[in-house]
Every structure is written in structure tokens, then in C-alpha cells.
């Protein structure tokens, strides 16, 4: 048997190489015509994906593996009958040291003391550190997971929420009861942290509304490696221009942030332009999941992380 697959970057091809034989893979951006009619895999590019699809009009296409986790704005832009791969297992670590990195920062006054280099003074400041503080964490999918083991080790007291309400046993974690979504307005008012790692669904948009910030008491850090539109940003500038939160955020809404816009300069946020997955840790990843698709394929095995089928 053989498969057609192709790639956005030359990186990618060298990454997957070498594939097995009656495999051929063509480096394709799509931002050109297709070099064939017909593709057993085609990788979009990452950041970009959803203004790339329309070159998939006319191309006979089987499976498109996307580079990213998240899929909103792009699976109702792929043409009828591909299925569709999202890249789960690439992101989920690089996304947890995000969130651990922006929590830190902001509990250790790190841009602070970025600004007072810059300026050459010697400014010292009394912190709220991590240890010891109240964290509440949204989400126990992939990236909730792995925010939770990058917590291990840190002594706080951690607080976990779901979709649903269960007791499950983690690999450090050890027990662990995770509260339901709904159980949500009743612990905001005891979290010195909130760090949020869900998806974005019409459930979700604005979770974190005006209510919700109201509930946290004053002080409380709000941490976002999740969706930018999980947190009403409206709110949320008026609660931080009150001094009354914190926010670290490394997706927001609107995406880009708009030159301007008082995020960038309110005092209390940290602002990261959508990175949490952009590591070198990245690239073997990717290139793992796309071997297995090749594989599988090859196998005539049904491929991994469809969240679409034909």
C-alpha cells in the first residue's frame, strides 16, 4: 500500500523522516496550489491553519492532522467528507510549564524586576510566593493534568474542577476529588489562583464573567493557558484597574491583543502572545503523531485524536 502526506515546513519532512517505503511526502504551505489531486494526509500550518483551508477545495483529501490541540475556528472551515486529527499529547507539557511559569512570575513579582533592570535599580519587593496558596485549577483534560503534575512539589493546596464530579487516582496527585463545573461559584471565593486549561465550547465562553471575579477575593491571581474567550475581558480590565485581581494570561480575546488595549498596561498583568506550546518540545512531538498516522494508515488502522470522522 501506498500514502501520500503532505507537510507545511522542510523541518517537518526531515522530523518524520525516514518514512516507511511506498510512503511520499511533499513540503506544502498551502498557501500555493496543490502540487497533487490527492493526498492521504495533509499537515496545515501551525498558528495559521484556518485561513489556509480554502486550498483544499477541489483536492481529494483523507485526513487532515492538525498541529494544534484546539480546533474552534478551523474544523467548520474543512470541505465535507475529510476527516480531522487534532494533536493531542504535543502541547499538554509545554502548556503546563506555561501555566507554572506565568504563575510564578506574576506570585514573584518577576515583571517587576524585569522593569527595574531595565532602568538599573535595585528595587525589592515583598512577594505572595506560591507555596502555601490556595490554587483552584479549571480543567482535568490533558493540560489540566499536566499543570497539576508541574504543581506537585510546589505545596500548595490544590482544588480541581471538571466537567463532572468524580474521584480519581493520579500518578502523584494521589487522590484526587475533582469538583463539577457547577460547583464552580462556590469555591472562587476561597482560591488565591485560579488557572484555567479548558477547551473553548459555547459552555464555556465567558466562564469567568463579572460574577465570577466578584466572588474571588481580593488579590486573587487569574491564570489563563486555556482560550482567550473563557474570561469576559471586559470584566476582567475592570476588576484589575480596581486593583481587585490579578491576571496572567497567555491567550486572550480578542487574539491578537489590539494596540491600545489596556491590558497591555494596567498594572497586575502579565500578558504571554499565545506561546504555551510554541517549545522545542514541540517538533519531535508532532513528528511522533504524524508517524503514527503514517502507520496506522499504512495498516489500514483508524488514525488517533479524530475529533471528525468523513
Known sequence: MSLVVAVPT????????????????HVWDMQSDAPRDRFDIVVPPYMNAGEVLTALDGVDVDLLQGQMIGYEGIIDKIPAGIRFANAATVHETATGEQALALTLAAQRHIPEFVRSQDRGAWERLWSPGLADRRVLLVGFGGVGQAVADRLVGFEVDLTVVARSARTIEHDR??????HA??????????????????????????????AALAALP????????????????????DHVRRGRIRAALDVVDPEPLPDGHPLWSL??????????????????????????????MLTGE???????EA
Open 181 to 210: 463545573i457547577d460547583e464552580l461559584p462556590a469555591l472562587l471565593p476561597q482560591a488565591e489562583i485560579v488557572i484555567l486549561g479548558l477547551p473553548y465550547t459555547p459552555e464555556t465562553r465567558h466562564l469567568i464573567d463579572d
Open 267 to 296: 498594572p497586575g498583568v502579565l500578558i504571554a502572545p499565545h506561546v504555551g506550546g510554541s517549545s522545542d518540545a514541540m517538533h519531535p512531538r508532532i513528528a511522533r503523531v504524524i508517524r503514527t498516522q503514517i502507520e496506522r
Open 10 to 25: 522542510a523541518r517537518i519532512a526531515e522530523d518524520i523522516a525516514p518514512v516507511p517505503a511506498g510512503v511520499e511526502v
Open 218 to 237: 481580593d488579590g486573587a491571581l487569574i491564570v489563563n493557558v486555556g482560550r482567550g474567550a473563557l474570561v469576559d475581558t471586559d470584566a476582567l480590565v
Open 302 to 308: 483508524a488514525p488517533i485524536n479524530l475529533v471528525r
Open 173 to 178: 496527585l494521589g487522590t484526587v476529588d475533582v
